[in-house]
């Protein structure tokens, strides 16, 4: 490790009484200031709990007289004045009240205890041993390591913390690794299915959950497949050589990143080679044990002859496998693992984790590697919604994307020339395939030119009209991709060595990058200001200038080398405002607010939209939308995508994305035919389907070309599905647009975890395949190849309806819904309005009018119906309106409500459709049905009688 320690670990209020000793209690304007004087310095320490509102605390703590105020960068600048509250003393504890929310610090240990007024426990800091500082050193900067500890409930769930590639939706019991990497993206909030969130002010490497380290497969006992104690047996082959076999001893099997490709034997040729190793292992401990594996390419894991895991992952760009199994101490159990590297760079690493001791199974953790103190705010809520909404009132509210963000997106990796860009918006135009945006991948600019933002001339003769053409001819917006990375010797990268601007040690070290015969280069700072809005001037004027709609931000983890270990990255990324192990995380942060505020400064009128491929608390301020990285196309990718999205939207941030159909192809599918051809069809069919019911629905991915009728013909059943998903997006445009008002006007969250809309029901609290799209609809992806059906849970407490047919469910079981390949399963909630417009070909194309309302009976419900004018600033300033739809089942009438507030352009009349569908008579889902209802509205209230 480079981080250096300098003194033994201090467990703070280690099983000493302090309050015989001294605890100095000292009333702040919005809290108070505890400082614990135990007569040992091992075990004294400020405690600060601080009022934000009515039910969001503040609490730090850290040794004694060393309080930080250090500004963070992930809350914003603008909290809410301090409300109104006591402090009270009573006995051996200090308490905060507000009007929601207690916060007591018990004197003898320290700890913090949160409960509702009601009395119950909310969230509680562990005593004793609960929190730790290690105090430590990295380039000049010294801080503390930091560990908080929280009691839990038996039955609490964990969600949020970022994106993970696990396929976990439920974290309790698991260990999160809070670290930017492509595919996964650090977010330290957490929120807990009892209704209350905890962000940690953090951007340095953090462990959430269960915080004990890994360990190496070695320390197991392990067996060679001859039984001879101390390691497994590994065999090495090569496909172009048979007879040349290596055989040896492993006893530790680690080759995670670049610096480890020179343990494998000698003149080995990873690139055509095949491994396997084999053996037993056994166990000092009883009981579920994890085993986690860090692979790229072909791996295959069984253990006592099952087979536990059977996956592929690009040799570049590793992915994760966790394997839970119950092992018994002191009994050898059978391992084999056969790996096929796949390139000449590939990785693989295997470690473990011993069952969580009993003392550790009601607790949750945060542990960072670097802090001036434990910081973290406790956000309570009556739902999830709320405490969502309160983490925004500290980071920031998210703005509304342009509408025509909302739409489809058409990407590669990657349009070449201007003329094939031109040609594929045309083509989807001849055809009729609805379009908002198509995407400039990288590599546009001369291949020696990488950071001059200048499109190359032969490939790109005029890219003003180019653009201008998009926008004017073929109604359609363009992204470029822009990266924080500059070529050595290019007239960007001299103007921002002298200034200051670079990470120089990667240019110090001669790394070369992957292009051609190798270039090198660096990263940006955006750390400083001053390079922030250098970055902004240039491509101001090298790109914005020219017409540029949105920014696609690539490889801001950051990745200025691929597969360093994370020490190595520590030294060749160095922000100007402190070391790079205290500012791990926050690269994706500080660069996606040099954009935002750029632009706005640049045109106060037009929407900032970014889309970025790592994210860190607060970046939903900036404009930006995230998505998953570079997965790849392989069905358990897509289902992992499910709890990934998920997740990360339950972290706080509301716009995710994916690259439909996955980034990085097996070669079996870069000219497929046949049964891979067959494969390669339904796959991103499937995918498809699920991506045009999330927060931005955007195909993407390495060759083969992703564009519908490059996939599959006109007529086959893959286009036929594909396009019918991409009109039904743009026909449920008036429901999507309506969320991403909330989004902002009500701190909504678009795509959400079951946990949200049904937190009683303790069956969905683990699901990891299905989730909300709004408040409506049910989405069940089909994530199996060759699959007729699926088996869907319809959660407890409400019925629901199949769209398709019309059939009522009723909820709470399990049904086997049929899933043919041109239709995934999807359910309507009892109660729901479901808003569609009219058949588009763009957002923009026309007003959504007329509207049809299919109302869902059963139960009352509601939906708010809102519009402004989808390119500008104007609804910050209250210029958009909203149209209240409400169905009572006791009278079984539907109101459409007095429209409140205007904008410009707005639709003053519009026909509403009614369309009620009930459990006794199925009504099958026709956007282009006549409706037996139609309502002339001109902004007053109607009630329409079913």
């Known amino acids: 490790m480079y981080i250096r320690l300098l003194t033994f670990f201090f467990l703070c209020g280690a099983a000493t009484n302090v309050s015989g000793q001294g605890a100095d209690v000292k009333k702040l304007n919005d809290g108070v200031l505890i400082s614990l004087r135990a007569g040992r310095p091992a075990v004294s320490k400020d405690i600060q709990v601080r009022v934000v509102t009515d039910k969001i605390i503040r609490v730090t703590s850290s040794p004694l007289n060393?309080?930080?105020g250090r500004k963070s960068l992930m809350i914003v600048d603008s909290l809410p004045r301090p409300v109104s509250w006591e402090l009270v003393r009573s006995g051996n504890a200090v308490t905060i009240k507000t009007a929601a929310i207690h916060a007591s610090v018990d004197l003898a240990n320290g700890a913090v205890t949160f409960t509702g007024i009601n009395g119950d426990t909310i969230c509680r800091e562990v005593p004793g041993d609960g929190s730790a500082f290690i105090a430590a050193s990295y380039s000049g900067d010294s801080f503390y390591r930091i560990r908080q500890d929280f009691e839990t409930d038996a039955s609490e769930a964990f969600y949020g913390l970022g994106q993970h590639q696990n396929g976990v939706m439920n974290y309790r019991g698991h260990q999160v690794l809070l670290s930017q990497y492509n595919t996964d993206v650090a977010v330290p909030f957490v929120v807990s299915s009892k209704g209350y969130g905890i962000l940690w002010d953090n951007y340095s490497i953090t462990r959430a959950g269960d915080v004990r380290e890994f360990q190496p497969l070695g320390d197991l006992k392990l067996y060679s497949k001859d039984e001879k104690a101390g390691w497994l047996t590994a065999t090495y082959t090569e496909a172009d050589n048979p007879a040349k076999t290596v055989v040896r001893a492993e006893s530790d099997i680690d080759y995670s990143f670049l610096k480890d490709m020179n343990k494998f034997p000698a003149d080995f040729k990873l690139a055509a080679g095949k491994i396997r190793w084999e053996g037993k292992i056994e166990s000092p401990y009883s009981g579920r044990h994890t085993f986690l594996l860090k692979y790229a390419g072909y791996v295959k894991i069984w253990i006592d002859g099952k087979l536990q895991s059977e996956k592929w992952r690009q040799p570049w760009n590793a992915g994760a496998i966790e394997i839970p199994y119950d092992l018994e101490k002191g009994k050898k159990y059978a391992v084999a693992m056969e790996w096929i590297p796949d390139g000449g760079e590939s990785y693989l690493s295997v470690k473990w984790l011993s069952p969580l001791p009993d003392a550790l199974q009601n607790k949750f953790a945060f542990s960072s590697e670097a802090g001036d103190q434990i910081d973290y705010y406790l956000v309570s809520g009556n739902d999830i919604d709320e405490v969502i909404s309160g983490y925004r009132t500290l980071t920031g509210k998210a703005p509304i994307v342009p509408k025509w963000a909302m739409g489809f997106w058409q990407s590669r990796e990657r349009y070449k020339t201007q003329e094939e860009i031109v040609t594929t918006v045309k083509t989807f135009r001849d055809r009729k395939i609805p379009l908002d945006n198509i995407v400039l991948d990288w590599s546009y600019w001369a291949e020696d030119k990488w950071g001059s933002q200048e499109f190359e001339s032969a490939r790109f003769p005029d890219p003003e009209k180019m653009i201008s053409d998009l926008h004017t001819k073929y109604n359609t917006r363009f992204m470029i991709s822009v990266w924080p990375k500059f070529y050595e010797g290019t007239d960007p990268y001299k103007e921002?060595?002298?200034?200051?601007?670079?990470?120089?040690?990667?240019?110090?070290?001669g790394r070369k990058d992957w292009i051609a015969k190798g270039?090198?280069?660096?990263?940006?700072?955006?750390?400083?200001?001053?390079?922030?809005?250098?970055?902004?001037?240039?491509?101001n004027n090298k790109l914005y200038k020219k017409g540029i709609d949105a920014w696609w931000l690539d490889a801001t983890e950051p990745d200025i080398h691929s597969n360093l270990d994370a020490d190595t990255r520590k030294t060749i990324f160095s922000p100007s405002k402190g070391s790079a192990t205290r500012y791990f995380n926050a690269f994706p942060l500080q660069n996606a607010?040099?954009?935002?505020?750029?632009?706005?400064?640049?045109n106060s009128k037009d929407r900032v939209f970014i889309l970025t491929r790592s994210a860190y608390a607060g970046q939903q301020r900036y404009a930006a939308v995230t998505w998953s990285g570079d997965i790849s196309s392989r069905w358990h990718d897509m289902k992992d995508q499910i709890s990934a999205g998920v997740n990360f939207s339950l972290s706080g941030l509301p716009y995710w994305t994916m690259d439909i159909g996955g980034f990085s192809v097996e070669k079996r599918f870069e000219?497929?035919?046949?049964?891979?051809l067959d494969e390669w069809r339904e796959m991103n069919t499937r995918w498809y389907q699920f991506g045009a019911f999330t927060p931005v629905f955007r195909v993407h991915g390495q060759y083969p070309y992703r564009e519908i009728y490059n996939i599959a013909p006109e007529g086959h059943p893959a286009y036929s599905s594909m396009l019918y998903y991409n009109k039904l997006r743009y026909r449920l445009m008036p429901y999507i647009y309506s969320l991403a008002g909330l989004s902002y006007h009500r701190n909504y969250t678009i795509m959400r975890g079951l946990v949200m809309d049904f937190p009683a029901d303790t069956t969905a609290r683990n699901i990891d395949d299905q989730y909300m799209f709004g408040p409506s609809l049910l989405i069940n992806p089909v994530c199996e190849y060759k699959a007729k059906s699926r088996k869907v849970y319809l959660p407890e407490r409400t019925g629901w309806y199949d769209l398709y047919s019309g059939k009522y469910y009723a909820g709470g079981r399990t049904i086997n819904a049929v899933a043919p390949y041109e239709r995934m399963p999807l359910f309507v909630k009892e109660g729901a309005i479901l808003p569609l417009g009219p058949d588009l070909q763009y957002t923009s194309e026309k007003p959504a009018d007329p509207v049809i309302l299919y109302v869902y009976t059963g139960k009352d419900g509601s939906f708010t119906l809102y519009e402004d004018e989808g390119v500008n600033y104007n609804y910050e300033r209250g210029m958009y309106s909203t149209i209240p739809l409400t169905y009572s089942h006791k009278t079984e009438?539907?109101?459409?409500?007095e429209r409140k507030g205007e904008f410009p352009g707005m639709l003053k009349n519009r026909t509403f459709r009614v369309i009620f569908v009930t459990a006794?008579?199925?009504?099958?889902?026709?956007?282009?049905?006549?409706?037996?209802?139609?309502?002339?509205?001109?902004?007053?209230?109607?009630?329409?009688?079913?």
Request: charge should be positive; hydrophobic fraction near 35%; proline fraction near 5%.
């Open 66 to 68: 060393t309080v930080s």
């Open 496 to 509: 921002f060595e002298k200034n200051g601007w670079l990470y120089m040690r990667n240019i110090e070290d």
């Open 519 to 539: 270039y090198s280069s660096t990263f940006y700072d955006p750390f400083n200001g001053k390079a922030r809005a250098g970055f902004w001037n240039l491509i």
């Open 593 to 602: 607010k040099g954009i935002y505020e750029g632009q706005r400064s640049a």
């Open 671 to 676: 000219k497929p035919s046949g049964a891979d």
């Open 893 to 897: 009438t539907l109101t459409i409500g």
């Open 920 to 946: 006794g008579k199925a009504v099958p889902f026709d956007p282009g049905a006549k409706a037996k209802t139609e309502i002339k509205y001109s902004g007053r209230q109607i009630i329409v009688k079913m």
